[in-house]
């Protein structure tokens, strides 16, 4: 809430439907973790509990006791979802997200041999009781490069055709990957190209684990753009840069 008498630009109030920010936890101990949401859940959408951090971790019921009184939503990460395929464990997956009473689910196939194709139609199974986030790219960095940006905006297209919400575009937690170059370089002209492609920006939601991209994401497409892999503890600096109020942005809505 803007309690000044500063010019900032909008950005919606809970329940957002555009400007989402979503949270990754990466294995946080469980008070820091009810710490940082507490003093950031109007400005926290959906949290995600990395990779498979949510197997190995004796707080995670805690947690997620902590969003739901928060009200903010939350699902396992993508590689979690793979590593149940790869096993031929689909539908023990499902009964996995039911169990923790999950709303969302990523499905991806960053890291294992599977189709778009085959990914839609796990999409597409999926959506019929989630609401799904699906990942497009490639964790391996050389793999990503390889993926053409008509490729990429086919799989965006063919994911929300099967009953994705929205896409998410992978730059992995390094930002090494995916719409990055393994130095960490945007793609730029891949991002150009997806922009112009008619697919609608707020069907897709930009990993951007680090202040750069964050950065360029904002003064590319705004205030409300749609980012993801956020450290919890950037939450505010975050809401900082999207309003401007940092030296990054400072003149970016003027």
Request: hydrophobic share 40%; glycine share 10%; charged share 25%.
């Amino acid at each position: 809430m803007n309690a000044t008498s500063l010019t900032l630009p909008a950005h919606a109030a809970k329940p957002r439907t555009h400007g989402l920010t979503i949270v990754l936890d990466n294995g946080l101990p469980p008070r820091y973790f009810q710490d940082l949401v507490d003093g950031a859940k109007s400005l926290i959408d959906v949290v995600k509990f990395g990779w498979g951090t949510s197997i190995v971790s004796d707080t995670l019921e805690q947690k997620i006791a902590c969003l739901r009184e928060c009200g903010i939503d939350y699902y396992f990460g993508g590689t979690l979802f793979e590593k149940f395929v790869s096993q031929g464990q689909v539908g023990a997956y499902v009964d996995y997200c039911r169990r923790y009473g999950c709303q969302y689910v990523e499905i991806s196939n960053g890291t294992i041999a599977l189709s778009n194709t085959e990914k839609a139609r796990l999409v597409e199974r999926f959506a019929r009781e989630f609401r799904v986030l699906s990942e497009v790219g490639f964790k391996d960095s050389e793999r990503s490069l390889h993926l053409p940006p008509a490729q990429w905006i086919e799989y965006i297209r063919e994911d929300l055709a099967a009953g994705a919400e929205r896409v998410i575009t992978e730059a992995r937690e390094s930002g090494t990957s995916g719409i990055c170059r393994p130095d960490g370089e945007v793609r730029y002209g891949l991002i150009e190209e997806i922009l112009g492609s008619g697919i609608e920006s707020n069907s897709i939601i930009f990993e951007a684990p680090n202040k750069g991209l964050q950065t360029y994401f904002i003064r590319r497409l705004g205030t409300d753009v749609n980012l993801a892999n956020i450290a919890m503890q950037d939450v505010i600096a975050l809401e900082t840069l999207r309003l401007g109020l940092r030296s990054d942005t400072l003149l970016a809505f003027h």
